[in-house]
């Protein structure tokens, strides 16, 4: 099938199943296409918890669909590529939550969004890139254990001197491939650029940035500047989604290998193949979205 008619497809069948398609900004920049919201974490899981419509299908990675479903347990959430799981997400199960917890007693535990319904469930407040500082802040205490990202944690820790942050050790693979070197390296054939990093990056990578934040703010940093050419310090999507809005700047991918395997599963025949045989939907126990919910739910009235 030609594309233009895989899109058009795709559009008569959301509107005949009540269905949105949401899509982080880490996927492929062509299913922006079809999809009715795409930003970063944050955003799609406000979205998925106002949504009436009767199915999400989720064009991102495992944990966001079933934070999907957690928040909006009657609909149906469609993942369309079961592969894509979020490396990261998978640094830490319940046991090893456990036992962190059990050497860390009596401290509150941030857990960021990336991350199992199972960890959510047994965590206090969940976060995303884009709020951490404040989710951290709204704590009030002068401790915190952080799961599962420690350079989210570390980054956390440089805003609020205040805030012992203590930290699990997980990461995420993509963007610990980012080397300081990288960026020096783009700075000296690019001098006057304005350097965009995402939190989830080493804090050598992110002590080198003008701007530290989640992929929309990079985003709705870079298209406010008055700059015009930008070095890009998070997965490839953000740097072809800015490219494709904003022509007459430069967009500098900070290195090839910041591209995120499981992000890039996802095509628009599999999002059709979502729509027409419900793939692959998405459950959450029950009982462990009832813990779930509440540490999310947290989050998004911080935010609402
Ligand atoms: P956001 O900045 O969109 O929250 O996401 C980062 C990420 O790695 C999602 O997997
Ligand atoms: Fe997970 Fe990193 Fe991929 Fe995001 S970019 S989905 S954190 S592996």
């Excluded at 993942?79 to 090893?96: T, V």
Aim: glycine content about 2%; hydrophobic content about 40%; charged content about 25%.
């Amino acid at each position: 099938m030609e594309k233009t008619q895989i899109i058009e497809e795709i559009k008569k069948l959301k509107k005949e199943r009540n269905a949105i398609i949401l899509a982080h900004t880490y996927q492929n920049v062509e299913i922006d296409e079809v999809a009715d919201f795409s930003g970063d974490s944050l955003y799609l899981s406000q979205q998925a918890a106002k949504t009436d419509a009767d199915i999400i299908v989720f064009a991102g990675v495992y944990f966001m669909a079933e934070t999907a479903k957690i928040l909006s347990p009657d609909k149906k959430v469609l993942l369309p590529r079961l592969e894509s799981g979020c490396l990261m997400a998978d640094m830490i199960n319940l046991q090893q939550l456990r036992e962190f917890k059990a050497k860390n007693q009596n401290i509150p535990v941030v857990c960021y969004v990336n991350s199992t319904a199972e960890v959510k469930s047994e965590c206090d407040i969940c976060c995303t890139s884009a709020n951490a500082v404040n989710v951290v802040r709204s704590l009030g205490t002068k401790e915190v254990l952080f799961v599962p990202d420690t350079y989210l944690g570390t980054y956390v820790g440089t805003q609020l001197p205040d805030v012992k942050v203590i930290t699990y050790p997980g990461y995420c693979p993509t963007h610990l491939r980012i080397k300081p070197e990288d960026i020096i390296q783009k700075k000296q054939v690019y001098p006057d650029a304005m350097v965009l990093a995402h939190p989830e990056c080493h804090k050598e990578v992110t002590k080198l940035a003008d701007f530290v934040g989640s992929t929309t703010a990079i985003i709705k940093k870079a298209k406010e500047s008055d700059k015009k050419e930008f070095i890009i310090v998070t997965e490839k999507g953000v740097v072809d989604r800015l490219k494709r809005d904003c022509p007459d700047k430069e967009f500098i991918l900070v290195s090839q290998k910041a591209i995120c395997p499981n992000m890039k599963w996802n095509t628009l025949e599999d999002i059709l193949n979502s729509l027409q045989n419900d793939t692959y939907e998405i459950n959450v126990d029950p009982q462990i979205a009832k813990k779930a919910i509440s540490t999310i739910d947290r989050m998004v009235n911080i935010n609402a």
